[in-house]
């Protein structure tokens, strides 16, 4: 599914009428070293989600270096209901020739486990030096936009309007993207979201997901002289996670031909500690998070619902001496909303042409995570993503693939012409 948005059609332009017929020569004026030095740079400075300040900084500045004048922040961190240092670093390019407006965006934090990241360039990859992630994800976005405008503004080359768009916590829940104000973006037509391994693949869908939460109350007594005074809030979660199981609500979800996943994430008190906290006392609490998908928006959250209606079925199952049950509080919120861009619309077409540009082949694809596009495209812009170098993201075996990192550099300003 997409927004209406991805329709518009833009009475009086035609972005192969208006620019001039460069051919790739412009995506081959990248400065690969100054491309990778920038890279490097940005992969060592430490920015796990939330605390996006010092990396913001850092982009800010290059950003000016290379001719930027018009860079602010906006106030998304007020809204975001986590704590988070900074707001969305915005930046905008005047256009050199007419035309509509496009955005270039990617993401500014890494996963924790980037956390003290040294990187080590190896040939034609780039590595942690210690048992680290590398925060390639999405360092290499980062990289390719700052790289994009110095090569824009160095050579002169002609673009239409640009806003570029660094968003805060797309890790923890897509909270920059989320709660941006659309208006401050200054109306782009479409996007062009930097965040993957290839430059060839074009995602252009995605996911939609429940995040769910559940605080289950029993009651405490002594588990060896009076346990039939308590109420088991360990076994209510049991009862509950097998009924879901015996339901085929786990895992892979597949129902009359609609299909999703969901996932127990966490199983603790509501601290993050340990459910119980000796084996003689019957547990009287239980906090249980976890996750609901699905590129249909109404099945992710009948995922979501049969997850409720089994815990509420298990609190009424344990009950103590006198016949009274535990309580149960589940809250649930949407993540982000599925997106499916059609095949023939602008930005996927203008997407397909820039990669043939490059000289590769191009792919279109959904993906069963969520993307900082998911939000973008229901604020009203259609937005496709593509890669820049990223594998084996969010383990220790994380590398950046430097060639391909270079080919979306190459690719961004394919895009960016036009």
């Known amino acids: 599914m997409c927004d209406r948005s991805e ?7 035609s972005y192969s009428s208006l620019l001039p017929r460069y051919s790739s020569l412009h995506a081959n004026m990248i400065d690969k070293t100054r491309a990778t030095d920038l890279l490097m740079r940005f992969l060592a400075i430490e920015g796990i989600t939330g605390q996006e300040k010092n990396i913001a900084r850092e982009i800010q500045n290059t950003l000016k270096q290379a001719g930027v004048k018009q860079i602010r922040y906006d106030d998304a961190n007020s809204r975001i209901p986590v704590r988070t240092q900074t707001g969305n670093l915005l930046a905008f390019l005047p256009g050199t020739i007419p035309g509509p407006r496009i955005m270039f965006m990617t993401h500014m934090d890494t996963v924790p486990l980037c956390a003290k990241a040294v990187p080590v ?22 990289a390719v936009l700052v790289n994009l405008v110095a090569t824009l503004l160095d050579h002169k080359l002609p673009h239409p309007p640009i806003t570029l768009l660094f968003t805060v916590r797309e890790e923890s829940g897509l909270f920059g993207a989320r709660h941006i104000d659309p208006t401050v973006l200054q109306g782009p037509a479409m996007g062009f979201n930097f965040d993957g391994r290839s430059a060839a693949d074009i995602t252009i869908g995605a996911v939609g997901a429940d995040r769910w939460e559940v605080d289950i109350e029993g009651k405490a007594s002594h588990a060896g002289v009076y346990p039939e005074r308590g109420i088991s809030a360990s076994m209510i979660a049991a009862l509950a996670m097998a009924d879901i199981f015996r339901g085929g609500w786990f895992g892979k979800v597949v129902k009359d031909g609609r299909e999703g996943t969901s996932n127990i994430g966490s199983i603790g008190d509501a601290n993050g500690k340990s459910a119980g906290e000796a084996t003689n006392v019957v547990t009287d609490s239980v906090h249980i998070k976890g996750e609901s998908r699905s590129h249909d928006p109404k099945f992710f959250r009948e995922i979501t619902n049969a997850y409720k209606a089994a815990f509420a079925d298990a609190c009424g199952q344990v009950t103590d001496h006198e016949g009274k049950t535990g309580k149960v509080k589940f809250t649930s919120r949407t993540d982000y909303h599925p997106f499916r861009i059609k095949d023939d619309a602008p930005v996927v077409q203008r997407a397909i042409e820039a990669v043939k540009g490059i000289g590769r082949e191009p792919r279109t694809k959904v993906t069963n995570g969520g993307l900082d596009a998911n939000w973008m495209v229901k604020h009203g812009i259609p937005t496709v993503t593509f890669g820049a170098g990223q594998n084996d993201i969010h383990t220790v075996k994380e590398w950046v693939d430097v060639p391909e990192f270079l080919e979306g550099c190459k690719l961004a300003v394919e895009l960016a012409k036009g």
């Open 121 to 142: 360039k190896k040939g034609n990859k780039i590595v942690p030096q210690g048992v680290t992630a590398l925060g390639g994800d999405n360092r290499t976005g980062c």
């Open 7 to 13: 329709n518009k059609s833009f009475v009086g332009y």
